[in-house]
């Protein structure tokens, strides 16, 4: 049971051109949502957050923007950079009850992004 | 410099051996998860502890995997028997949550599994 859901595997973009990195969840427990970065032979790395009395958190070239009811967000990158490309994954943590903190994640989108 | 250290690296090793993962956690995080990357599921989480307690290992098949926090500097994650489909990267990360759920998770480098 996939609830967060990624259902772009891989994204193309030009060279300072926007890329926009989709995901979806279906558990309406979440809470606090965030988005890695990870290159190859390494681990994910955090790139950006936004909690869910929010709709749009900001962080230099990086935005992401929650939909709550339509259990929605996005992760824009203006503007697209070579160094960018990697996979992005998407991530959402539980609020309460037993899976409390629980980190649960998307399969991942490869964004690539072409000089 | 503080970060998730997990060892070995890699690992090769013929179905039906014990493998054994380490992971040391930033110090002061209470909690580490364990996951398994794949191209299916993504980052698929096995298991994850609270100040040494496990909270969930619903996403670990219970009658190979076992995961454990000996104390509060390592946490283990071992598969008897291995089998060829356990082939994958294994991840372990760390944080911190206090009053909020809310945390940034720090992950370490990744074990990368062969099981032949």
């Known amino acids: 049971d996939q609830q967060v859901k990624q259902n772009s595997p891989s994204l193309s973009v030009q060279e300072g051109r926007i890329s926009i990195l989709n995901c979806d969840y279906t558990n309406s427990m979440f809470d606090y949502f965030l988005w890695y970065k990870k290159y190859p032979a390494e681990g994910p790395t955090f790139l950006i957050s936004?909690?869910?009395?929010?709709d749009k958190n900001e962080d230099g070239r990086f935005t992401v923007f929650l939909n709550k009811s339509a259990k929605h967000l996005s992760l824009h990158i203006v503007p697209s950079q070579p160094g960018d490309s990697a996979v992005y994954f998407c991530?959402?943590?539980?609020?309460?009850?037993?899976?409390?903190?629980?980190?649960?994640f998307g399969q991942g989108t490869i964004l690539t992004v072409h000089p | 410099d503080a970060r998730v250290t997990q060892t070995p690296r890699h690992k090769v090793t013929e179905m039906g051996q014990e493998v054994t993962m380490r992971c040391q956690p930033i110090?002061?995080?209470?909690?580490v998860f364990w996951y398994r990357q794949t191209m299916m599921q993504g980052l698929e989480l096995l298991a994850y502890?609270?100040?040494?307690?496990?909270?969930?290992d619903s996403g670990m098949p219970k009658d190979r995997f076992s995961a454990e926090m000996p104390d509060a500097t390592l946490a283990t994650l071992k598969i008897q028997p291995s089998e060829p489909r356990d082939s994958a990267v294994y991840f372990c990360?760390?944080?911190?949550?206090?009053?909020?759920?809310?945390?940034?998770?720090?992950f370490g480098q990744g074990t990368r599994l062969t099981v032949v």
């Open positions: 990360a760390s944080g911190l949550v206090l009053q909020g759920p809310n945390t940034e998770a720090f």
């Open positions: 936004i909690s869910s009395i929010k």
């Open positions: 502890f609270r100040n040494r307690a496990p909270l969930d």
């Open positions: 991530a959402a943590i539980y609020a309460g009850g037993t899976s409390y903190g629980k980190l649960t």
């Open positions: 110090l002061g995080h209470n909690t």
